[in-house]
């Protein structure tokens, strides 16, 4: 039995939503870029840039789901996230505490006005191609970690075009060792269906953020960051509604 395609008449809806959502989300990007180069204080801004997502996904009719605020630590800590679309920094901007410093892999300062945006929001670039500034940048987030800021990474570093979770690089992990941070996972549902790698328009679709209990100092996962980084693993894929793509490669 052949499954029911969509018509031209939803193609063009969906085509016209999507050139909406393109446009508000250009129109939301550019007053968080203002309001960063206008308002003082840090965190000031990050409310604000806070503030341009949410109305981002309210404006394009989705509404953001947030389960588990209330198992963040009070003090710093450091959150790990799924990663599978361009849209998911937003949406930890618009849905977790202004508190938090994204941790944003070093190509993305060839945007200029996202680079600038990030930057005036504190969030931390990381070299990945090079030793010698990957080691710079890992002492950089240890140094900001010891000082008492809430760093926010997306362990996977990038995303991939197959559905699942893929596997998690150290640096997060090292860092929350080093600096005895609570470690909190994260799960993003849904960004991967409202706007996949290799698509430019979004599409409408539900979306949750679920905070998960924090991994503890005194947990003895923090004895190695492979076993921590595990740990997280685990805890994110008991909840994401998707493959575990390390699982399915050895099955190959």
């Given at each position: 039995?052949?499954?029911?395609r969509?018509?031209?008449?939803?193609?063009?809806?969906?085509y016209?939503?999507?050139?909406?959502a393109?446009?508000?989300?250009?129109?939301?990007?550019?007053?968080?870029?203002?309001?960063?180069?206008?308002?003082?204080?840090?965190?000031?801004?990050?409310?604000?840039?806070?503030?341009?997502?949410?109305?981002?996904?309210?404006?394009?009719?989705?509404?953001?789901?947030?389960?588990?605020?209330?198992?963040?630590?009070?003090g710093?800590?450091?959150?790990?996230?799924?990663?599978?679309?361009?849209?998911?920094?937003?949406?930890?901007?618009?849905?977790?505490?202004?508190?938090?410093?994204?941790?944003?892999?070093?190509?993305?300062?060839?945007?200029?006005?996202?680079?600038?945006?990030?930057?005036?929001?504190?969030?931390?670039?990381?070299?990945?191609?090079?030793?010698?500034?990957?080691a710079r940048?890992?002492?950089?987030?240890?140094?900001?970690?010891?000082?008492?800021?809430?760093?926010?990474?997306?362990?996977?570093?990038?995303?991939?075009?197959?559905?699942?979770?893929?596997?998690?690089?150290?640096?997060?992990?090292?860092?929350?060792?080093?600096?005895?941070?609570?470690?909190?996972?994260?799960v993003?549902?849904?960004?991967?269906?409202?706007?996949?790698?290799?698509?430019?328009?979004?599409?409408?679709?539900?979306?949750?953020?679920e905070?998960?209990?924090?991994?503890?100092?005194?947990?003895?996962?923090?004895?190695?960051?492979?076993?921590?980084?595990?740990l997280?693993?685990?805890?994110?894929?008991?909840?994401?509604?998707?493959?575990?793509?390390?699982?399915?490669?050895?099955?190959?």
């Amino acid at each position: 039995m052949n499954e029911a395609r969509p018509g031209p008449r939803s193609g063009i809806l969906q085509y016209l939503y999507g050139f909406y959502a393109l446009i508000v989300f250009t129109v939301c990007g550019l007053g968080a870029a203002l309001s960063a180069l206008l308002l003082p204080g840090v965190e000031r801004r990050r409310r604000w840039a806070g503030n341009f997502a949410r109305g981002f996904f309210r404006l394009i009719g989705i509404r953001g789901r947030t389960r588990g605020l209330d198992r963040l630590p009070e003090g710093h800590c450091i959150v790990v996230a799924n990663h599978a679309s361009y849209l998911d920094g937003v949406i930890l901007q618009g849905y977790l505490p202004p508190r938090f410093a994204y941790v944003i892999k070093a190509e993305v300062q060839k945007v200029p006005v996202a680079s600038f945006l990030l930057r005036r929001i504190g969030s931390r670039f990381v070299e990945r191609f090079s030793i010698s500034a990957s080691a710079r940048d890992a002492r950089n987030l240890l140094r900001a970690a010891d000082d008492g800021e809430s760093l926010a990474f997306f362990p996977e570093g990038t995303f991939l075009p197959e559905v699942g979770l893929g596997r998690f690089h150290g640096g997060a992990f090292a860092t929350a060792i080093k600096s005895q941070a609570p470690l909190v996972p994260v799960v993003i549902q849904g960004s991967r269906n409202i706007l996949p790698g290799g698509r430019l328009l979004p599409a409408r679709g539900p979306l949750t953020i679920e905070i998960l209990e924090p991994i503890l100092p005194d947990d003895a996962a923090f004895a190695s960051h492979k076993t921590l980084a595990e740990l997280a693993r685990q805890r994110i894929l008991k909840v994401l509604d998707e493959p575990d793509l390390l699982a399915t490669a050895e099955q190959r």
